[in-house]
């Protein structure tokens, strides 16, 4: 699943680097236009950016970069609208993470909490049977043992005999005669 998983994330990232790219073009257009976006917004991340970057080509190199040479205005808003556009890519794309990240959590909460009523319920129904099964218990030992039964159904026989004695069958009587 993991594997599948991968090519999903890199076409959720690419939609979502299409759909924040009209964004950021119109941030980089704003940038270019208006001379308060560019002086306050622009200039100082993109000096920054750039005094960062080349101190750390300098060491690499083996350099001591004591004084940077900051950028003119125009390669600075230039920067500084790049750099704000992709920040702005970068923050819809990490508001989507944490969206899908809310939605798996709640997910999760919701099957966690179906399968606790589950299991709630086969807890119950087991006591339920349980209580049955006693009850059952109960009932066949309260209830005369098979041998007990066949005892009585033989006192029962032997009553009956007693009270409804078989009278033997009677002799054939002879007619009666007419010399009598």
Not at 6 to 15: C, E, S, T
Not at 33 to 57: D, G, N, V
Not at 147 to 165: D, H, N
Request: hydrophobic content about 45%; glycine content about 4%; proline content about 7%.
């Amino acid at each position: 699943m993991v594997v599948g998983a991968f090519p999903m994330a890199k076409l959720l990232y690419l939609g979502i680097r299409q759909v924040s790219k009209p964004l950021a073009n119109r941030i980089k257009e704003a940038a270019r236009r208006s001379e308060f976006f560019k002086t306050y917004i622009c200039l100082p991340p993109a000096q920054l950016y750039h005094w960062a970057e080349m101190r750390a080509k300098m060491r690499i190199l083996g350099f001591n970069a004591e004084a940077v040479k900051p950028l003119n205005e125009e390669a600075a808003a230039e920067l500084g609208a790049e750099l704000l556009g992709e920040a702005s890519i970068f923050v819809v794309a990490c508001g989507c993470l944490v969206l899908e990240y809310w939605r798996q959590k709640a997910q999760l909460r919701r099957k966690e909490t179906e399968q606790r009523a589950a299991w709630d319920a086969m807890r119950d129904e087991v006591g339920h049977l349980a209580q049955a099964l006693e009850a059952l218990q109960a009932q066949v030992q309260a209830a005369p043992p098979l041998g007990a039964l066949e005892e009585l159904r033989a006192q029962v026989q032997e009553v009956r005999a007693q009270l409804c004695p078989r009278e033997p069958p009677s002799a054939p009587q002879a007619a009666p005669t007419p010399e009598e």
